[in-house]
């Protein structure tokens, strides 16, 4: 299994960020895994974003912190699945990573990580 | 939800062993067996080395080794590699309305 990040590399303030992590080896609609979305910087380190997984129907967890501004939604015909970061700051400047979790809470394999830069 | 505190870097010679704390707090550490281990070296993605507080994954070598007590876990390396030098994170369940969180991250140098 292998999990690629892409996206643009820099945003600006107030837009939205748009990143998508493409699967190989697993299906995104695989009811036995979850999808993740982890970002690192140097100010926050690293900070668990939000997963999309499917049991039937998809479901959604988003952390505390980016609630109010985040979607996750999968793409099955692609196999693939995305972030939508709105409103960005600097804040939310950071590597952005995407990770599987086939457990209960660890991520058992991570993309190489796209960093995101946001700067007029 | 306060990132979980590790000691910023630790140090050790080839074949000595070392212990990376991770503290948190009865809500996360202290109150789920969901503790797990990450090493990860620079332009890479983390690599997963310990779940469920001790458990290793296929391939991970059994060098690794975690334990728990309280809301402090640890990550042992045993026998230290140079391959090792790297940063490691710990991360633990915490509820669900927090879901996770992340340790502050410890940098090992094998000197």
């Known amino acids: 299994v292998q999990l690629q990040e892409s996206g643009p590399g820099l945003v600006k303030p107030s837009q939205t960020l748009s990143l998508t992590c493409a699967i190989s080896g697993d299906s995104v609609a695989s009811e036995s895994a979850a999808w993740n979305w982890i970002r690192q910087s140097p100010s926050r380190g690293l900070e668990w974003l939000a997963r999309?997984?499917?049991?039937?129907?998809?479901?959604?967890d988003y952390a505390v912190s980016v609630k109010s501004r985040i979607t996750v939604n999968a793409d099955t015909s692609k196999n693939q699945f995305s972030l939508l970061l709105n409103s960005v700051t600097a804040e939310d400047t950071a590597v952005y990573y995407c990770?599987?979790?086939?457990?209960?809470?660890?991520?058992?394999?991570w993309g190489r990580g796209t960093p995101v830069t946001v700067s007029s | 939800q306060s990132a979980l505190t590790q000691p910023r870097s630790v140090s050790g010679s080839p074949g000595q062993s070392v212990t990376i704390s991770c503290t948190g707090t009865s809500s996360d550490v202290g109150g789920y067996n969901y503790v797990s281990w990450y090493q990860h070296h620079p332009g890479k993605g983390p690599k997963l080395l310990l779940y469920?507080?001790?458990e290793r994954p296929s391939g991970v070598p059994d060098r690794f080794s975690g334990s728990k007590s309280g809301n402090t876990a640890s990550l042992t390396i045993s026998g230290l590699q140079a391959e090792d030098e790297a940063d490691y994170y710990c991360?633990?369940?915490?509820?669900?309305?927090?879901?996770?969180?992340f340790g502050t991250g410890t940098t090992v140098t094998v000197l």
């Open positions: 991360s633990s369940y915490a509820g669900s309305y927090f879901l996770g969180v």
């Open positions: 999309i997984y499917y049991r039937s129907k998809w479901y959604n």
């Open positions: 469920d507080v001790t």
């Open positions: 990770a599987s979790m086939r457990r209960y809470w660890d991520f058992d394999l």
